[in-house]
């Protein structure tokens, strides 16, 4: 059974600091690209980062470009988002996900953690 269990959210007032993680079990987690994704209240889903199964490679959604980090530790099946100078913007439910290989689809998703930007 695969499960992805997403933590570290919580509030925070602009300009502060999260961090996320996201612990991966029943599945080939060191072979699979990760990303992370959000969700606020009447929008759709957006692409927030992801990052190859190696690490040698991660791409972000330019809104958060320079702010976030995401990075990995294969060792302990765990992918991390590290959010700096949040946005009151940047408010919204924060998924990981485990990308189908050779693909651009995820076909695993966590149960999110709340991230609230205060003003």
């Known amino acids: 059974q695969v499960q992805l269990v997403e933590s570290g959210g919580g509030l925070v007032q602009a300009g502060g600091s999260l961090r996320l993680s996201c612990v991966a079990s029943?599945?080939?987690?060191?072979?699979?690209?990760m990303g992370w994704f959000r969700q606020a209240p009447g929008k759709e889903r957006e692409f927030v980062a992801s990052?190859?199964?190696?690490?040698?490679?991660?791409y972000y959604r330019a809104s958060v470009k320079g702010r976030f980090t995401i990075s990995r530790d294969n060792a302990k099946n765990t992918v991390y988002l590290q959010m700096n100078s949040l946005k009151p913007e940047d408010t919204a439910n924060y998924y990981c996900?485990?990308?189908?290989?050779?693909?651009?689809?995820?076909?695993?998703w966590g149960q999110g953690t709340q991230v609230t930007v205060s003003s």
């Open positions: 029943g599945l080939a987690f060191s072979r699979r690209k």
């Open positions: 996900g485990a990308n189908v290989p050779g693909t651009m689809n995820y076909d695993y």
């Open positions: 990052i190859t199964w190696d690490a040698d490679s991660t």
